[in-house]
Every structure is written in C-alpha cells, then in structure tokens.
C-alpha cells in the first residue's frame, strides 16, 4: 500500500466532482478508484503519464510529470514547510534524501532568513528600556567564547579578491 498524504478540502472537492461525474456517465466503479477508464478498470501508469504529456502540451505546459512532484516539494520547502514534513510527503526516508534533491530551493530561503531576521531587530524597537539595555550590555566577548566552545567561526567571509566581502555575508 502506498502512503497517506493529507489533501485540502478544495482537492477534496475536485476529486469528489470527478468521481460524481464518472458515476452519471455509468462508469463502474468496482475498486471504489477516483480515476478510472471507461470499462471502470484502473488506469496503468503509462497511461496517466501519456495523458499528462498530452493535455500539458495542448496547454503549453511543461510536459514532464514528474516535475509535478518537483514542484510541490520545492514550493513547499521555499514556503517554509519544515523539512521532515516535506520528506514524509514524498515518501523520503531521510531528510538528506530531500535536502539533497531539493537544495536548489534553499538559496532562495536564505534571502528570506535574512529579512525576516531584518524585521525582528526592526522589531527590537518595541522591547521596553530595561530590555534594550540588557540587549546593549551582551559582551562580545562572551558570545565568541560561546561560539568558539560550538566550534563556529566568526569571521567575515573573504571573496576571491582577498578582501572582506560586503554582501552582508558571515561565515559561521
């Protein structure tokens, strides 16, 4: 048996609809299937796929298949969708497996990291006095030697030039 993978309520609908209108044309349904041929036997793989290819390129899609599946994974993954979930829905057994199929996505996330840790010091601003002193007071001392007992580097990240890269970067 497959895996069970959560659907919305509107992906409930559509299938729903279809499985009504296969029922008024007197397609049997013997398996209880939601998509069917016309003799209410499943359809074979290759044929779903032929079918794709088929109404993709009629509409001017890409006609690879198992793009789709790329492309939910990654729109999931760049949405924020953690990881172990994304894995689970695509049948992974490791995270690795789909971090790396699905790295390309990531950079993308690493921009929106950045402004949305952007957005929580712009927030910092509604921390009362006390809390902004303490902020104030961290020693930066203190936070390499706690880096330092990770073992993180904290030192800017150098481009090919040799000289400090001023892309907001930090290798850590």
Do not use: W
């Not at 993709?56 to 790329?70: E, K, P, Q, T, V």
């Not at 840790?117 to 936070?143: G, H, M, P, R, Y």
Request: glycine share 8%; hydrophobic share 35%; net charge neutral.
């Amino acid at each position: 048996m497959g895996r069970v993978i959560e659907i919305g309520e509107d992906v409930v609908k559509v299938l729903r609809k279809h499985k009504k209108d296969q029922e008024e044309k007197g397609i049997p349904n013997r398996y209880g299937l939601v998509f069917l041929r016309q003799n209410g036997m499943p359809h074979r793989r290759e044929s779903i796929s032929g079918m794709f290819i088929e109404y993709a390129r009629r509409n001017g899609f890409n006609d690879i298949f198992h793009g789709l599946r790329h492309t939910h994974a990654t729109l999931l993954i760049m949405s924020g969708v953690p990881v172990p979930t994304v894995r689970d829905r695509l049948g992974h057994s490791e995270n690795s497996t789909t971090l790396n199929i699905y790295t390309h996505a990531v950079p993308s996330m690493q921009s929106k990291a950045t402004r949305v840790f952007d957005e929580i010091i712009k927030k910092a601003e509604v921390l009362n006095e006390e809390e902004s002193k303490a902020v104030q007071q961290v020693d930066s001392v203190d936070l390499f030697n706690v880096r330092d007992a990770f073992g993180l580097a904290m030192e800017p990240e150098v481009n090919r030039t040799g000289q400090g890269d001023d892309s907001g970067s930090l290798l850590c």
